[in-house]
């Protein structure tokens, strides 16, 4: 079980279908810090992420007060190791960040590859 599955109390996930490959997970929550005051600590976050081994990509997404980011990993091991890391933790336990949602999805390549995923164009 991830550290923020224990935080936020729920319960071990079931992995998903097709889960050897390729695993995406969906992290979203909302801020009471204006964008702009989060662009410096989110850009140290983003420099320390790039260290996570496992991860292909990270996509930061934003709507109202709600941010996050949709997060592409070779495995589902490396998923739950970066689930389960000090960077992930602090996160978490920001006071300026709460209602954090956590979504696990297994990635389909072959349908990936044909959309121009970037995992497929990284392997041209």
Do not use: C
Request: charge should be negative.
């Amino acid at each position: 079980m991830g550290i923020l599955d224990r935080l936020l109390g729920r319960k071990q996930e079931q992995p998903a279908e097709g889960s050897n490959g390729m695993h995406a997970v969906l992290i979203t929550f909302t801020s009471s810090a204006s964008l702009d005051d989060l662009k410096a600590p989110f850009t140290d976050y983003a420099n320390a992420l790039r260290e996570m081994q496992g991860l292909i990509l990270k996509t930061w997404i934003r709507d109202g007060s709600t941010v996050g980011g949709f997060h592409v990993f070779a495995s589902r091991q490396d998923a739950e190791a970066y689930l389960n890391s000090e960077l992930a933790a602090g996160l978490t336990s920001n006071p300026a960040f709460s209602d954090f949602q956590i979504r696990h999805f297994a990635v389909l390549e072959e349908l990936s590859a044909m959309t121009g995923s970037p995992q497929a164009v990284l392997a041209r």
